[in-house]
């Protein structure tokens, strides 16, 4: 953590607590490394939507912005009228696609510890930007930030007329945003605090009383030391580079050769043994080539539930290493049925792991009652509740599959709190970053008076357990 941040955090703190006081936070490149529009961009490239002169219309602009900061409604007015037409569903639709696949990685940690700072002050969190809905709200979503102040777009029957609803919030305009929030609220200004990162946030920077310069570039540097603003440089997540290319192609390179040594083994020995020894140590030295290093506590709770059914919170192709690094043995996974269509199904097919078929309901019944047989056998069954890889470290909603399958087999829940892996390889990434995972082996919970009535409050808790510990992690 750095100083900069340290003061920053010590700021938040010493500020009065509760709702008089509000947090406006920028997005692009402030929240966000770079700008969330070349993300759109990209995908409207990909899916052939914008042409060449679309394209050049839209770079001239950008370059022009880049010269002269002054005329910055240029990119924002030709970035709108390029959604004539469209469906406001379909462009919801397509945001949410955007954010799970390329924004969502780029949110910077330590500016989401600053969110998080604020709202544990119970201080209005606000995020006020020239970005439009379709860019902002799921990043707003994201945080947890419940106001967003942004350029709206006009939109008549569900179909965007590529004008705008109202002034494009960039430069004045934000700042005249920001101080109209504060009055509808009843807010002292001198109180509140602004992030922002460019030159043209100076006015909305000066509006309140504790303005933060984040990553400043050299127009807003100038000014804040004119002014006297607090800069902050946020640390950015290291790039792979080399390190990381030759870590991934070497921790592949380890997991193949792990089941390969594992197959052999289990020619001579028990091939359920095989698979404890075998899987846990491929795991290890694939992390170790990777260049990860873990650290794990409560690892005094795996003894205390085995068998078990094992839940971890999923961010990363990481974190399937990570649990079985620490589950170690017996124990087997679930995972969802078109993973066995991949080429590299071999490894799920010999390590026995269960495919659920979530389409044909008596199949999965089939499977899941098979696993229940396979725990009461002895074996453990890891699980990831949110069902699929989230793009940031916001838990998902837990489904109740692996509740069920506990209360079935009657065997206690063990919780693993994993951090970190969504930053070492995140959704989308090609290479592992080195660096360190973390992960924390909560206390088991006994399933033996659950009933389907109190399912949906029981998962609820169990819930609020990881957003805990994911929480305690960052005030640490």
């Given at each position: 953590m750095s100083e900069a941040r340290d003061r920053a955090l010590e700021a938040i703190a010493a500020a009065p607590r509760g709702p008089e006081v509000a947090a406006f936070f920028d997005l692009d490149g402030t929240l966000v490394r770079g700008y969330t529009a070349i993300a759109f961009l990209k995908d409207q490239l990909?899916?052939?939507?914008?042409?060449?002169?679309?394209?050049?219309?839209?770079?001239?602009?950008?370059?022009?912005?880049?010269k002269d900061p002054s005329m910055g409604l240029g990119p924002i007015t030709?970035?709108?009228?390029?959604?004539?037409?469209?469906?406001?569903?379909?462009?919801?639709?397509?945001?949410?696609?955007?954010?799970?696949?390329?924004?969502?990685?780029?949110?910077?940690?330590?500016?989401?510890?600053?969110?998080?700072?604020?709202?544990?002050?119970?201080?209005?969190?606000?995020?006020?930007?020239?970005?439009?809905?379709?860019?902002?709200?799921?990043?707003?979503?994201?945080?947890?930030?419940?106001?967003?102040?942004?350029?709206?777009?006009?939109?008549?029957?569900?179909?965007?007329?590529?004008?705008?609803?109202?002034?494009?919030?960039?430069?004045?305009?934000?700042?005249?945003?920001?101080?109209?929030?504060?009055?509808?609220?009843?807010?002292?200004?001198?109180?509140?605090?602004?992030?922002?990162?460019?030159?043209?946030?100076?006015?909305?920077?000066?509006a309140v009383g504790h303005p933060v310069a984040v990553r400043p570039d050299a127009g807003l540097a100038d000014i804040a030391r004119s002014k006297g603003f607090p800069v902050l440089e946020l640390d950015e997540p290291r790039e792979p580079g080399l390190r990381g290319l030759a870590g991934t192609v070497g921790a592949f390179g380890v997991f193949n050769a792990g089941l390969f040594a594992t197959l052999a083994a289990s020619a001579v020995m028990d091939k359920r043994e095989a698979r404890a020894?075998?899987?846990?140590?491929?795991?290890?030295?694939?992390?170790?080539?990777?260049?990860?290093?873990?650290?794990?506590?409560?690892?005094?709770?795996?003894?205390?539930?085995?068998?078990?059914?094992?839940?971890?919170?999923?961010?990363?192709?990481?974190?399937?290493?990570?649990?079985?690094?620490?589950?170690?043995?017996?124990?087997?996974?679930?995972?969802?049925?078109?993973?066995?269509?991949?080429?590299?199904?071999?490894?799920?097919?010999?390590?026995?792991?269960a495919l659920i078929d979530r389409s044909d309901t008596e199949r999965a019944r089939k499977s899941v009652a098979a696993l229940a047989t396979r725990?009461?056998?002895?074996?453990?069954?890891?699980?990831?509740?949110e069902g699929t890889r989230m793009p940031t470290p916001t838990l998902g909603r837990f489904k109740q599959g692996g509740f069920r399958l506990a209360m079935n087999a009657g065997?206690?829940?063990?919780?693993?709190?994993?951090?970190?892996?969504?930053?070492?390889?995140?959704?989308?990434?090609?290479?592992?970053?080195?660096?360190?995972?973390?992960?924390?082996v909560l206390p088991p919970i006994p399933t033996g008076d659950w009933t389907l009535e109190t399912l949906t409050e029981r998962i609820a808790g169990v819930r609020e357990l990881y957003a805990d510990a994911l929480a305690s992690w960052g005030a640490a």
């Open positions: 990909r899916r052939g939507e914008l042409g060449a002169r679309e394209l050049l219309r839209i770079g001239s602009d950008a370059i022009r912005h880049h030709s970035g709108v009228e390029l959604l004539r037409g469209r469906a406001l569903v379909d462009l919801e639709a397509q945001a949410a696609q955007v954010f799970r696949n390329e924004v969502a990685r780029r949110i910077r940690p330590e500016a989401r510890s600053l969110v998080r700072a604020h709202q544990e002050a119970g201080h209005q969190v606000v995020m006020a930007t020239a970005a439009t809905p379709f860019q902002a709200r799921s990043v707003a979503e994201d945080l947890g930030i419940e106001h967003v102040l942004c350029t709206e777009v006009e939109v008549v029957d569900g179909v965007l007329t590529g004008r705008l609803a109202g002034p494009a919030r960039w430069g004045p305009e934000k700042a005249a945003a920001v101080i109209a929030f504060a009055e509808r609220h009843g807010l002292d200004r001198q109180k509140c605090f602004a992030y922002g990162n460019g030159v043209e946030d100076e006015d909305f920077l000066a020894v075998g899987g846990s140590s491929t795991a290890d030295m694939a992390l170790a080539a990777a260049g990860v290093e873990l650290q794990v506590t409560g690892l005094e709770h795996l003894e205390a539930a085995r068998p078990a059914v094992v839940l971890f919170n999923h961010q990363s192709n990481l974190d399937a290493l990570v649990v079985a690094s620490i589950v170690r043995r017996d124990f087997t996974a679930v995972s969802k049925v078109e993973a066995g269509r991949d080429p590299r199904s071999f490894a799920l097919r010999y390590l026995a792991i725990i009461r056998g002895g074996e453990s069954v890891i699980i990831a509740p065997v206690p829940l063990l919780p693993i709190v994993i951090r970190n892996t969504g930053e070492l390889w995140p959704r989308g990434a090609a290479f592992v970053r080195p660096g360190v995972a973390e992960a924390r």
